[in-house]
C-alpha cells in the first residue's frame, strides 16, 4: 500500500495533503460552533480526498517516468495550481469576499509571502488557523524540496557551488542513482520531525509566556515559514511581549543558514555553523545595520531631547535588531520597540531599509525568499578579487579552490540571477503601473512579492498599501510575482528549456 501511494505523482500527493489538512480548521469551527465553516472545511476535504483517491486508482497502472524536471514541474503546479483547491474552503467559509481574492490569499500563504488580503479582524479564527496551516505546509514544502528537487538540478541558490549548469544537476553525484520520488520521501520523512518538532517547542514556550494558544499556534507557524502571518496584525499586538519576541527571534535564525537544522545539501561545505559563510554575513547584517540606525536615532533623539532614560535606549537597540533580522529572513514581523524606538528618536525611519533586506533575503535552501545571502557573498568574494587585481594585475588570489570556484563560475551566475532578479522587477513594476498603481505602491508590491516578504505592503511605504482597491488584474500580476520568488527565474526558464526533458 505505502509503495502504491509512493509511486504517484508528487503534486497528487501533495494534493492529498493538502485535502487532509482541512479537517483540522473543521474540528477547530466545530469546536467553536461556527458551523458554516466547519462544514466548509469539512466537505471540501473530504471531496478532495475522494478526487484525489479516484484519480489515484485510475492512474495506479500507469508506469511512472523518472524524471527530475517532472518533480520541478509539480513543483510549480503546487504553488501555481494548489491555491485553487485551498482556497475552496476559505471562500465558502468568508462568504463575503470572491473567489479570486481567496485564491491570492492562498498563494501569498503557500509561498511563505503573507501579504495580507484582509484585515484581521474580517477573519476568525479558524480563517486565520487555516492562513497559517497553508504557509506552515508551504514552509515545509520549501525545505523538502530544496535538498531533494532544487538540490540535484543545481537550482535555488546550490547553482554557485555545483559543477554542473543549473537545471542540468550533477551527472555523476549521488543524486543521479536514486529514483526521485523516494528521495522526496526520504528527505520529508527526515525534516518532517525536525520542523514540526521545533514549531512545537515554539508554540508552547509562547503559551507559556502568556499567549493565547491560537495566536501563539498561528506566530508559531509563521516563523518557522518565514511567512509572517499573524492573526493580531503582528507580534507588536502579542500577549508575550518583548520575552516573546526574543523567543521568535531565536527561531528565525533558522532562516539564516540550512546548516541551523541540516548539513545534507552542498551548502554544508565549511563545517560548523560558525564558519558558514551564509550565517556570518546574516549576522553582521543583524548586528550592524541595527546599530546604525541606532546611532542616528540616539543622535536624533539627542538634538530633541536629552531626557531620554537607559531603557529607552536598550528598547530602541532591541526594536532595531529583532525588525531587522525579521526582514532580513523576509518574515516581515515588527517589533513592538520598532515604533517606539522611532519615536525617542524624532525621525522616521526610510521604509527603503525594509526593502533592502527583504531583496537580500535569508540562507539557501531555507523558507527565507530573496537573492540569498549565499549568492550575495559570492558577488562579494568577486569584487574583492576584482578591485584586488585593479591594484595588483599580477597577484595571485590566496583563497582556497572552493573560493576561487565561487568567484569565477559561482560569481558568474549568481550575477546572471541577481539581473534575472532586477529585471523581473522592472517588469512586474511596469505592469502594476500599467493597472494604476504609483510608483511607490508598484515598487513595494513587486518587491514584496518577489521576495515573499507580504509584511512589506504595511511597514514599507509611507502609507500602508490596501490591497483590496486593486484591481483584479493587478491582484493576478502579484499572484504570478510570488510564484516566481518563489521558485525563482532559474527554475523557470530550467522548466522552459526543452533540452532539460530528455536524457
Known amino acids: 500500500m505505502e509503495r502504491r501511494i509512493a509511486n504517484q505523482p508528487l503534486f497528487l500527493l501533495l494534493a492529498g495533503i493538502g485535502a487532509a489538512a482541512m479537517f483540522v480548521p473543521a474540528i477547530h469551527a466545530l469546536a467553536n460552533e461556527r458551523h458554516h465553516e466547519a462544514r466548509a472545511f469539512f466537505y471540501s476535504g473530504l471531496l478532495g480526498l475522494i478526487i484525489v483517491t479516484l484519480i489515484a486508482v485510475a492512474r495506479d497502472s500507469i508506469p511512472r517516468r523518472y524524471r527530475e524536471m517532472r518533480n520541478l514541474a509539480a513543483l510549480f503546479a503546487a504553488f501555481a495550481f494548489l491555491p485553487l483547491m485551498l482556497a475552496v474552503p476559505f471562500h465558502e467559509a468568508l462568504r463575503t469576499t470572491t473567489f479570486l481574492n481567496a485564491y491570492a490569499e492562498m498563494v501569498s500563504a503557500l509561498t511563505t509571502t503573507g501579504m495580507p488580503h484582509f484585515e484581521p479582524e474580517r477573519l476568525s479564527s479558524t480563517l486565520h488557523l487555516w492562513r497559517a496551516m497553508v504557509g506552515w505546509m508551504g514552509g515545509l514544502l520549501v525545505w523538502v524540496a530544496a535538498a531533494s528537487i532544487l538540490a540535484p538540478l543545481s537550482l535555488g541558490g546550490f547553482e554557485v557551488t555545483a559543477t554542473a549548469e543549473p537545471g542540468q544537476g550533477e551527472r555523476l553525484s549521488q543524486f543521479a542513482l536514486v529514483d526521485p520520488q523516494r528521495r522526496i520521501i526520504r528527505t520529508a520523512l527526515r525534516l518532517v520531525p525536525i520542523y514540526g518538532g521545533l514549531t512545537a517547542i515554539l508554540w508552547v514556550l509562547l503559551i507559556i509566556l502568556g499567549e493565547v494558544p491560537l495566536v501563539a499556534a498561528c506566530h508559531a507557524m509563521s516563523t518557522l515559514s518565514t511567512s509572517g502571518i499573524s492573526p493580531v496584525g503582528g507580534v507588536q499586538n502579542a500577549s508575550a511581549g518583548y520575552a516573546g519576541e526574543g523567543l521568535i527571534a531565536l527561531f528565525m535564525l533558522f532562516a539564516l543558514s540550512r546548516l541551523t537544522f541540516s548539513n545534507d545539501t552542498l551548502t554544508s561545505a565549511r563545517p560548523g555553523i560558525l564558519r558558514d559563510p551564509e550565517f556570518r554575513l546574516g549576522m553582521m547584517i543583524v548586528i550592524g545595520v541595527p546599530l546604525i540606525l541606532f546611532l542616528r536615532h540616539w543622535i536624533g533623539a539627542y538634538e530633541v531631547s536629552s531626557e531620554r532614560t537607559v531603557t529607552d535606549a536598550i528598547a530602541a537597540l532591541w526594536g ?49 525568499g530573496g537573492v540569498k545571502l549565499l549568492r550575495v557573498w559570492v558577488l562579494y568574494l568577486n569584487g574583492v578579487r576584482e578591485m584586488e587585481r585593479m591594484i595588483h594585475p599580477s597577484s595571485v588570489g590566496r583563497s582556497g579552490a572552493q573560493n576561487r570556484r565561487f568567484r569565477r563560475k559561482g560569481a558568474f551566475v549568481a550575477w546572471i540571477f541577481f539581473m534575472l532578479f532586477a529585471m523581473t522587477l522592472a517588469l512586474l513594476m511596469l505592469v502594476l503601473a500599467a493597472f494604476g498603481a504609483d510608483f511607490e505602491t508598484a515598487t513595494v508590491l513587486a518587491i514584496a512579492a518577489l521576495a515573499n516578504t507580504g509584511p512589506l505592503v504595511s511597514a514599507a511605504p509611507e502609507f500602508p498599501i490596501v490591497l483590496a482597491e486593486l484591481g483584479d488584474g493587478a491582484r493576478m500580476a502579484l499572484v504570478a510575482g510570488m510564484v516566481l520568488g518563489r521558485l525563482e527565474m532559474l527554475a523557470i526558464i530550467a522548466l522552459l528549456t526543452t533540452e532539460t526533458w530528455r536524457d
Open 320 to 368: 532595531g535588531l529583532f525588525t531587522v533580522l525579521s526582514f532580513l529572513t523576509t518574515t516581515g514581523f515588527e517589533s513592538a520597540a520598532w515604533h517606539s524606538a522611532r519615536d525617542w528618536s524624532g525621525m522616521p525611519t526610510p521604509g527603503l531599509i525594509f526593502l533592502g533586506l527583504a531583496i537580500i533575503g535569508g540562507g539557501v535552501a531555507t523558507t527565507a
